[in-house]
């Protein structure tokens, strides 16, 4: 029994640093497009193409929310049988039925573009990106559903590997589209970024039906099984999706209208259009970018960490399931207070560093203080996901959606807060979510952490902080991004050293 356990656990790291790696190469190919878009399209651009990107978000949802995660599981359940017959009719059926349904949603947008950009947004720049994110909606759509094929079958890297190429080539054809026809205005270039975005989404689209194939292929399909209708294996897919696609789409609906109204409330407060477009293209569209580039590593672990503990919780393991748990809370709110260290240390250096502007360090150090909570909140929707607890996911969501909507409209709204009311809402929504989503998974499972371990934690915070000051004065500046990937590289290392030795104290005890 301890055998499986330690392989179970070496998987789940296995399949956690593979999909880690992956991930942080596509981050780092991610956050180069971010950098790009905002020396391309400035901070008004940036804060342009932060509307309507909700709004693609949206329909995003509306047409395959929670289907990754419904193809993870019966493919997991066919593959565990052996049975590929079903395993496959499910593929078809679900690519079939999410065709139709993305096709109808993608063609309803475009029709209602001018209606959308002039009504909705409010700024009619808007119009040719909406159009030209249509086809992607119906790209991702189908994508998603050989991603959650690829990860039910344990063949992380595959998808892992298309998501790196696809975000090469969007970067190749933003560069490409805005020099070949010298675009200059804000409308044209955020459109050419859409227009990137469209054409990564369809070559992912292409691979992972390609490498589909060849997987497909390579099975045994000898074996003889009864074989389901196709209604019944849609029904059991949708079963499963439906309330999670309810969830996203209500919370992201929610905070698209918090979006939305963040640009009137800073007009309220006395700014500019043009003005608030570039406050927050600096908040959201840069400074959070910073910002959340690390959580990389808490989003790898959450895809692994669904059908782990749903495994767990049907063989009723919850030994395993309270440790994995414990583990995954503690090391998304470790990373995020090292972040918020780092952040709050050397703001204005990260802010020249990545985006060349020396105007982000006031917004990056503020928005820091969201990180730890942040991180640990994000981390809390996976184990309800994979707890089986969609009804309480979409409850909660649903609060912390109204809170947040209530929290911009009040604090955006006053001049001498502005876009900080931002960072604020981060950081109450934030706490919000962990507390909810906390308190139910402490009704399945123990968990708990000693007060003297999380006093020992402070203050190895406290002594990080301390060192990454010092050497921050003792560093010369010549050398100035090579002294800010020292500092970036040194306040990690010396943490999580830090945390490692602490945490094998704590075992010989």
Known sequence: MEMIIISSKDRFYKDSVTLTISNLVTGILGFMFSIILSRELGAEGMGLYGLVM???????????????????????VF????????????????????????????????????????????DSRALYSLMAVCPALIFVALSSILKGYFYG????????FIDIVEKAIRIAVLVSTIN???????????????????????????????????????????????YERRTQLLFDILFISFPLCINGFLSTALSTVSTI???????????????????????????????????????????????????SLSKNDFFSMEGRISEVIKISFLLGVCTMLICITIPFSLGMLFFSRNDLGIYIKFAA????????????????????????????????????????????????????????????????LFILNFHEIRKTCYI??????????????????LILGIANRLLPNSYFAVKTIILITLGFALFFIGVKYINKALKDE
């Open 261 to 311: 109204i963040v640009p009137r409330r800073l007009i309220s407060a006395g700014f500019t259009y043009s003005n608030s477009l570039s406050l927050i293209g600096k908040f959201t569209g840069m400074s959070l970018n910073v910002i959340f580039f690390p959580i990389i590593v808490v989003q790898s672990m959450s895809t692994i960490l669904v059908p782990d503990l749903s495994k």
């Open 369 to 432: 203080l969201s990180a730890p909570f942040s991180y640990t909140a994000s981390c809390t929707y996976a184990i309800l996901n994979g707890l089986g607890k969609q009804g309480i996911l979409l409850k909660n969501s649903l609060i912390v959606s109204v809170e947040e909507l209530i929290l911009l409209f009040i604090f955006t709204g006053i001049p001498s807060i502005n876009i900080f009311g931002y960072g604020i809402s981060l950081i109450l929504t934030s706490i919000t």
């Open 180 to 226: 070949i026809f010298c675009l200059k205005t804000i409308n044209n270039t955020v459109m050419a970024s859409y227009f990137a975005l469209c054409a990564g989404e369809l070559i992912s689209l292409t691979f992972l039906f390609i490498f589909y194939k060849v997987n497909n292929s390579s099975f045994y399909k000898g074996i003889s099984f009864s």
């Open 79 to 122: 593959l565990g049988k052996n049975d590929y017959n079903n395993l496959n009719k499910s593929i078809k059926t679900a690519l079939f039925f999410d065709f139709c349904w993305s096709l109808l949603v993608a063609t309803f947008v475009f029709i209602a573009s001018p209606f959308i950009s002039s009504s909705i947004i409010r």
């Open 153 to 160: 079958i344990s063949k992380v890297e595959i998808p892992a």
């Open 54 to 76: 909700p709004i693609y978000n949206l329909f995003l949802c509306l047409i395959c929310g929670g289907m990754v995660t419904a193809i993870s599981k019966v493919s997991s």
């Open 448 to 465: 708990h952490y000693k007060f003297s371990e999380l006093l020992i934690y402070f203050l190895l915070s406290i002594f990080i902080y």
